[in-house]
């Protein structure tokens, strides 16, 4: 509309200077009047013309062609006065919505950073605690709202254009104030100290502090680690968990008293990101993980997909049996449904977190998660290679499964640019069909012809069936992943099945064709 007026403008000012060129071409190119019998005329047969009445009454004929130009004049003056007057009203209504247009454009842009850089809004002090009076001020912004008012002096025309010009503008501004949603990261922290090379790795690949604010939770309040903590000022958002004391437990769970600490200190911190924080979803890390370069860009991938399906609980950066020997170094960017919580950098949202958190368990809070009541035969997203590796041998668990496998976990270091790709194949209509077609049109081979090799050709997939709890065991421990159950669901495992690389062959170690249910008995 914009363009369309300042065409008009442009048009009617070419007009007007045209109209008095061609007007003063017109006058100029005139012959002059010359003196009285000189016979030099302004027409063709001019000399007889100005001869007519020669003398003293051939000054009423020069008289009357004076007048006659004075009236050509006088219209043509006219005429660039009623030009004149349309440039300028169409000047003026132009001018009056390019600056309504500016004013819109300008109030989106102050709106889009007040969203977007909007800080977190800091926990409040426990009314026990006196810990937590450093923490940051809350601060409250307001988006400000603006209202547009028609010119009553207007013609309705003008009115109209106007009104479209508001129209577009408040498009633009619709655009542009659209913000992304923010994606907090929370570490969960106590006494390493070594949380520094988990946070220098966050910062370091972080796009925007902004849309992905790190909070760090620590519990335990050991001096050294906070004063690590401390150190990054502004660049994370350090609070503490005010409860310190021993939790009471009966006789035989005191060797698990790290357990149920874990249990409360992620209980507080996630009602912190979500209820005094306010946000709506959160990715948890601990202390002890490094993350890859492009942990941010997969989150934010998988966070409409892990939105708008309902089949989904939760997305995970880690993938159980994700050594080196056992992902394919060539498939960066792929991604599979699993049954199993992997935990180890992980993504829910508020709504989740809303019916998990009246339940919330007193200890082993990761084993609860996979409980049937919990999963509701929910599934999460799991990456082919690894998002995170873990580096923390020392913790509650005594490095349990550390050497033997998280220690050779392969951490992905090529970036992929995940919202840049149709991840749509993930929604588990789409997925369901695809996966149980290849799975059960693979074909079927011992696990003497995987570990002898000469009789396959190519690099597969194969299939290896197992049929109980105590040969799916066996073919895991000999084929190299996790034997492991909980709930009877496999590690990685999707509607039973486990897939791997081994010797550089596509693997499917599925149940029988038909499968339909976990037994929680094979725990």
């Known amino acids: 509309m914009v363009r369309k007026k300042g065409s008009l403008i442009l048009c009617g000012a070419f007009l007007f200077v045209a109209w008095n060129a061609l007007l003063l071409l017109y006058l100029w190119g005139r012959p002059p009047i010359g003196r009285l019998g000189e016979g030099v005329g302004a027409e063709p047969g001019g000399k007889e013309e100005w001869a007519v009445g020669r003398g003293k009454g051939g000054r009423v004929n020069l ?20 030009l004149l007057k349309q440039i300028e009203s169409h000047r003026a209504v132009w001018a009056r919505q390019k600056d309504v247009g500016k004013r819109e454009t300008e109030d989106a842009k102050e709106v889009k950073q007040e969203v977007v850089h909007q800080p977190l809004k800091p926990p409040l002090p426990p009314k026990d605690s006196v810990d937590d009076r450093d923490q940051t001020q809350e601060k409250n912004t307001q988006k400000p709202v603006h209202t547009v008012a028609s010119d009553s002096k207007l013609d309705q025309h003008q009115a109209i254009d106007i009104k479209e010009d508001i129209a577009e503008s408040n498009k633009l501004a619709t655009s542009v104030a659209s913000p992304e949603v923010v994606i907090p990261v929370l570490v969960i922290a106590c006494d390493r100290v070594t949380v520094k090379r988990s946070l220098d790795r966050l910062i370091q690949y972080r796009p925007s502090p902004a849309l992905y604010p790190i909070i760090v939770s620590q519990d335990c309040g050991h001096a050294e680690t906070a004063r690590v903590i401390g150190s990054y000022g502004d660049q994370v958002t350090h609070i503490s968990q005010p409860e310190l004391s021993d939790i009471r437990v009966r006789p035989e769970h005191r060797k698990f008293q790290g357990y149920y600490k874990i249990a409360r200190h992620y209980h507080w911190a996630l009602n912190q990101v979500f209820n005094t924080f306010s946000q709506s979803t959160v990715v948890i890390v601990e202390d002890d993980l490094e993350v890859s370069p492009d942990f941010f860009e997969y989150f934010r991938a998988l966070y409409p997909i892990l939105r708008d399906d309902p089949t989904l609980w939760c997305a995970s950066a880690w993938n159980d049996n994700g050594r080196d020997a056992l992902v394919d170094p060539s498939k960066a960017g792929l991604l599979y449904r699993t049954d199993f919580f992997p935990g180890l950098g992980w993504m829910l949202l508020k709504e989740m977190w809303d019916e998990l958190e009246p339940k919330w368990p007193s200890a082993f809070w990761d084993d609860w998660m996979r409980h049937p009541e919990q999963r509701k035969d929910r599934s999460c997203i799991r990456p082919e290679i690894s998002r995170t590796i873990t580096f923390g041998r020392k913790g509650v668990s005594l490095g349990q499964f550390f050497d033997q496998y998280l220690r050779y976990i392969k951490l992905n270091t090529e970036f992929v ?107």
């Open 417 to 523: 640019p995940f919202t840049k790709q149709d991840l749509s194949y993930l929604l588990k209509e789409k997925y369901d069909e695809k996966f149980i077609k290849e799975i059960y049109s693979t074909p079927l081979v011992k696990i003497e012809d995987l570990q002898q090799g000469g009789s396959l050709r190519g690099p597969g997939p194969y299939r290896v069936q197992y049929s109980s709890r105590d040969s799916f065991k066996v073919f895991a421990r000999n084929l190299g992943v996790m034997d492991d159950l909980k709930s009877g669901v496999p590690r990685t495992g999707y509607r039973g099945v486990v897939n791997f690389l081994y010797r550089g062959r596509k693997v499917f170690l599925a149940p029988p064709e038909g499968w339909t249910q976990y037994d929680v008995s094979w725990s």
């Open 63 to 82: 008289a009357a062609e004076v007048i006659r130009l004075a009236e050509e004049v006088e219209i043509q003056l006219e005429t660039q006065k009623e």
